[in-house]
């Protein structure tokens, strides 16, 4: 008989160790960021549905730094007692994780924030972000944090956010290679080819990412395809926007393609 492979297993930073109470609270602001969240971004004149697509997409990013701004502005949430005075989350670029919590000066690092916005009302109804890192550059504290957000009016306004899903990246870094290799239904290779010489917050030009040996669908990676996050983007889809259900938003916008 074929030996039973046994899933990947949610892991939380030890409790002794020396930043646990610091990672917690930051895992609690996340939580309650979107009633901090304050946007520069306006769009007073309304988009036209047939462009609102390309509207998500390019302010993705932008988003994206605002969350961290706000994370910053609410350091009094999670450090109250200044003890990470020289610390602050800054973004990276084209490296993992997006977002690091470190001290400049020193270049001493606590943690990592791979982060995704997720336009609730883009073409494909669920996240389409990748993550392909391996499981090895992800310390057991990062975190992988996908923030949903619409314009207030929908077609304009300011941009909101909603309750961030929040994982651990490590996590799904192995969920999504057990899903590849274990769950799904495939006739063809489930062979995945993962990095060796790399390790956690690694330089732009580390090679980081695991690849499949085949991947005709171009699936590997989606997170939102493997099942993951399935409750999530399902009560996601709830929202009521302007008191009718995001659902029939995104029925109307494709109405209108």
Same mark, same amino acid.
């Given at each position: 008989m074929p030996?039973?492979?046994?899933?990947?297993?949610?892991?939380?930073?030890?409790?002794?160790?020396?930043?646990? &109470? #610091?990672?917690?609270?930051?895992?609690?602001?996340?939580?309650?960021? @979107? $009633?901090?969240?304050?946007? *520069?971004?306006?769009?007073?004149?309304?988009i036209n549905a047939t462009e609102i697509y390309a509207f998500g997409s390019v302010l993705g990013v932008t988003i994206e730094e605002e969350v961290v701004r706000t994370l910053n502005d609410l350091r009094d949430d999670w450090d109250p007692d200044n003890k990470y005075e020289n610390?602050?989350?800054?973004?990276?670029?084209?490296?993992?994780?997006?977002?690091?919590?470190?001290?400049?000066?020193?270049?001493?690092?606590?943690?990592?924030? &791979? #982060?995704?916005?997720?336009?609730?009302?883009?073409?494909?109804?669920? @996240? $389409?972000?990748?993550?392909? *890192?391996?499981?090895?550059?992800?310390?057991?504290?990062?975190?992988?944090?996908?923030v949903p957000w619409v314009f207030s009016n929908v077609l304009s306004g300011n941009p909101i956010i909603f309750s961030p899903y929040i994982e651990s990246a490590r996590y799904v870094a192995e969920y999504k290679n057990y899903w590849w290799q274990h769950v799904r239904k495939a006739n063809d290779s489930t062979e995945i080819r993962s990095p060796v010489n790399c390790g956690p917050y690694p330089d732009a030009r580390d090679n980081i990412s695991d690849?499949?040996?085949?991947?005709?669908?171009?699936?590997f990676g989606r997170v939102a395809r493997n099942g993951i996050m399935d409750d999530y983007v399902k009560s996601s889809k709830e929202i009521d926007l302007l008191g009718i259900p995001l659902n029939n938003w995104i029925k109307f916008l494709k109405d209108r393609r």
């Open positions: 030996t039973e492979v046994i899933p990947p297993e949610h892991k939380s930073p030890s409790k002794d160790w020396e930043h646990f &109470e #610091l990672w917690t609270k930051i895992n609690h602001v996340l939580k309650e960021i @979107p $009633s901090h969240f304050r946007s *520069v971004i306006s769009i007073s004149g309304g610390y602050k989350f800054l973004r990276q670029a084209e490296t993992f994780p997006d977002v690091l919590l470190l001290n400049p000066n020193m270049r001493d690092i606590i943690m990592g924030i &791979e #982060l995704k916005s997720w336009y609730l009302l883009a073409k494909e109804s669920e @996240p $389409s972000f990748r993550f392909t *890192v391996t499981p090895r550059v992800c310390n057991i504290q990062d975190l992988l944090v996908v690849s499949p040996s085949e991947d005709r669908g171009k699936n």
